[in-house]
């Protein structure tokens, strides 16, 4: 397995609260990587080991995720991508050293790009990996058929409900339905290993997730990926699987048009998560991407 060619995960005390990640590398630019929804530091386990042949490469569990902390919601704490903007901002000056490539996939595009345009001094770049086009946004709701946008907003206050949200997380979290999902969101299904499940599942068994997932599928505000691009303070790079069923690679070609972004490059015959789906695809791509940068 991958994952045994790395370091036991590090820990890092941010506000009080302990962060897990991931570090690899001794030398070159640093790289930090920032995975979706649901998921941790384990979905860049087949990209670390490469991109730390040449870079210093680092991968970060998000408050609520993986191996971190996952806090109760209150007025002071909140999971939204402000708060995670800081928190990836904190990480790039105290542990990280220096201004880095962020790189993200799904809501970990947000996030990234959120904490350049806030923190213009930590990015170098930001490569984006399948961003969530955030759909069930409350700017986005009046173009999605009734049912869609109705049904999204019941499921929202239903979950409110502490016994419902328990039990649909409980039913949620299993392998059976995990596996589904996977099999739903990559196109290769080799790639769906139990390994995979494994990380995924980990973290759900933590106290505070059922909230921590509660509180991000209630979050309907905050920025779209079309805020964020034409704003950001650096180049970006976006890769997106063809066959993503959740992202549509046509809406996602708009992106295109912004000055910030310097490649769109589609990747055929695979889905939502390619640096894990395709990472013979991915990381050569990022690798030359960001020595590209450094030459300019």
């Known amino acids: 397995?991958?994952?045994?060619?790395m370091t036991t995960p590090k820990t890092w005390i941010w506000r009080g609260?302990?962060?897990?990640?991931?570090?690899?590398?001794?030398?070159?630019?640093?790289?930090?990587?920032?995975?979706?929804?649901?998921?941790?530091?384990?979905?860049?386990?087949?990209?670390?080991?490469?991109?730390?042949?040449?870079?210093?490469?680092?991968?970060?569990?998000?408050?609520?995720?993986?191996?971190?902390?996952?806090?109760?919601?209150?007025?002071?704490?909140?999971?939204?991508?402000?708060?995670?903007?800081?928190?990836?901002a904190d990480f790039c000056r105290e542990i990280v050293g220096t201004p880095a490539f962020l790189i993200g996939n799904s809501v970990g595009c947000i996030a990234v790009m959120q904490a350049a345009v806030d923190y213009p001094d930590i990015a170098l770049g930001i490569g984006i990996?399948?961003?969530?086009?955030?759909?069930?946004?409350?700017?986005?709701?009046?173009?999605?058929?009734?049912?869609?946008?109705?049904?999204?907003?019941?499921?929202?206050k239903a979950l409110k409900v502490k016994w419902i949200s328990q039990i649909f997380f409980n039913q949620l979290a299993t392998e059976k339905t995990v596996r589904r999902v996977l099999l739903q969101a990559y196109k290769r299904s080799e790639a769906v290993t139990d390994e995979l499940i494994d990380i995924l599942l980990t973290a759900a068994k933590d106290e505070g997730a059922v909230d921590v997932f509660v509180a991000f599928t209630g979050y309907s505000q905050g920025p779209l990926p079309e805020?964020?691009?034409?704003i950001l303070p650096c180049p970006a790079l976006i890769l997106w699987g063809e066959e993503d069923p959740w992202e549509n690679i046509e809406l996602a070609k708009e992106f295109a048009k912004f000055e910030t972004v310097e490649k769109f490059i589609p990747l055929p015959g695979v889905g939502h998560c390619p640096q894990d789906e395709a990472p013979e695809l991915v990381n050569p791509i990022l690798q030359e991407w960001i020595f590209e940068k450094l030459e300019q």
């Open 1 to 5: 397995m991958v994952l045994n060619l």
């Open 17 to 88: 609260w302990p962060i897990c990640y991931q570090s690899q590398g001794e030398k070159g630019p640093s790289v930090v990587l920032v995975h979706g929804f649901g998921a941790s530091w384990g979905h860049w386990r087949k990209n670390i080991p490469v991109l730390a042949t040449n870079c210093r490469c680092y991968a970060i569990d998000l408050l609520g995720f993986g191996a971190s902390a996952k806090p109760t919601p209150s007025k002071d704490v909140t999971y939204t991508f402000e708060t995670w903007s800081q928190q990836i």
């Open 129 to 156: 990996i399948n961003c969530s086009l955030r759909l069930l946004h409350e700017r986005k709701r009046s173009t999605l058929p009734w049912y869609r946008s109705q049904g999204a907003s019941i499921v929202q």
């Open 227 to 230: 805020d964020l691009l034409p």
